[in-house]
């Protein structure tokens, strides 16, 4: 395992790390704490700066308008877009959006590319993806999906409901997952337009954190019409499509994750070494040194957990298990690295003078979706018991 980052990435992560510092953050003055999101003419001027510096979409092919990178570059600038909570929608590389990209590109018709991924590139539409579901179907149980497609004739009629799935307000597609005719083994992911009849949006979820473009929604289908050439992929290739999807995403969202950890590291830094107390910068003092130590330390085990699963997988080996540790452990590690920071930054940081607060309520949930942390670590000790894995 080569840890030298190519010069061409490193460059790039330079040119983009400075480019967050000086065109974005600065922009997080507009973010709305309430709604939770940004006006979205400022996101639209943004996005065109991010064009012309030449960083649209960072994580595709050359070919489709991207960088080229492959997965550990891509977590490698992430880890830098990570950094504003604003900049992976300005990069065009925000979940759910960056997810469904990596899905359609491998599974998409031509039709299918044509209709939505070559639009959702150019950031001209956004989607969602709908897979869980508010009970008693599919948390992080996949075997109780309750939302089923009955085939009649050349469609499918689909009925169920769904929620948190992010970015459905104003999404023009979702990417469905149904069971077929009842069957859990023929479990299938449909295209739904949003202008489909028997779709409702029917509310965007209050929660702790921010809403980001499109919230968190809950939807219900109630015999809405998909056609054959809708599905994405074959019938019964949901699960295996969406192992395809949430592998890489998982990773990418832990690169995010580790760049807000690092930054709120860094906010605490700033003010750990001009804060007075005793007669002395908190900075000086010996347990703040320690509180900095283990937070960086923390920080840094988790960002070569997540190369290492970024690793394996660009080699084409099986990196479940070392996914399901980067996941547990660097949404571990983000908040763990945020409440030490609001806790060193005191009054301040718990004050929207400082953007540790937002941090904090955004990192909650971190560790809730793509599966909680006790699955993970559940899945992880049954592999090892088992030795399906060992060291």
């Known amino acids: 395992m080569d840890f030298e980052i190519p010069q061409e990435v490193e460059t790039l992560r330079k040119n983009i790390q400075d480019f967050i510092t000086n065109e974005i953050i600065p922009l997080e003055k507009h973010y709305d704490y309430e709604k939770g999101r940004m006006p979205e003419d400022i996101n639209q001027q943004a996005r065109a700066k991010v064009k012309a510096a030449g960083f649209w979409t ?24 990570g950094r504003s909570p ?13 997810g469904n990209m990596h899905l359609l590109s491998i599974a998409a018709s031509e039709k299918q590319k044509e209709l939505i991924l070559h639009p959702l590139i150019k950031g001209e539409l956004r989607t969602g993806f709908a897979m869980t579901e ?41 990417i469905v997952m149904a069971k077929v005719n009842g069957s859990f083994r023929k479990t299938t992911m449909f295209l739904v337009p949003t202008d489909a009849k028997g779709y409702t949006m029917v509310r965007e979820i209050e929660l702790m954190g921010s809403h980001g473009p499109g919230g968190h929604c809950e939807l219900n289908f109630e015999n809405v019409e998909v056609s054959e050439d809708m599905i994405l992929g074959r019938v019964g290739e949901g699960f295996r499509l969406s192992q395809e999807r949430l592998g890489p995403a998982r990773l990418t969202h832990c690169m ?28 000086d003092h010996q347990g703040i040194q320690w509180m900095f130590a283990e937070r960086a330390t923390e920080i840094e085990m988790a960002f070569l957990l997540t190369l290492k699963a970024a690793w394996l997988l660009q080699k084409g080996k099986d990196a479940r298990q070392e996914t399901s540790m980067a996941k547990w452990k660097v949404s571990e590690s983000l908040c763990n690295t945020i409440d030490m920071g609001i806790q060193v930054c ?46």
Not at 147 to 164: F, M, P, S, V
Not at 365 to 386: F, L, Q, T, W
């Open 134 to 174: 508010p009970g008693p179907g599919a948390g992080s149980d996949p075997t109780t999906l309750q939302t089923n497609a009955e085939k009649q004739g050349d469609k499918y009629i689909l009925n169920g409901r769904k929620w948190y799935c992010t970015g459905a307000n104003g999404a023009k597609y979702l």
């Open 58 to 81: 960072p994580h595709l092919p050359k070919s489709e308008g991207g960088l080229g990178l492959d997965l550990i570059g891509t977590c490698i600038i992430f880890s830098e877009l």
């Open 346 to 391: 005191g009054g301040k940081g718990y004050s929207r003078d400082l953007p540790l607060e937002l941090f904090y309520r955004d990192a909650r949930a971190a560790r809730i979706a793509d599966g909680p942390s006790e699955v993970h670590k559940m899945v992880i000790g049954r592999n090892y018991i088992s030795e399906k894995w060992d060291f």
């Open 256 to 283: 995010r994750w580790t760049g807000m950890a690092r930054r709120a590291l860094s906010i605490a830094r700033s003010y750990a070494k001009e804060r007075q107390v005793f007669n002395a910068r908190i900075a």
């Open 86 to 98: 604003i900049a992976p929608y300005i990069f065009n590389c925000d979940a759910p959006d960056e």
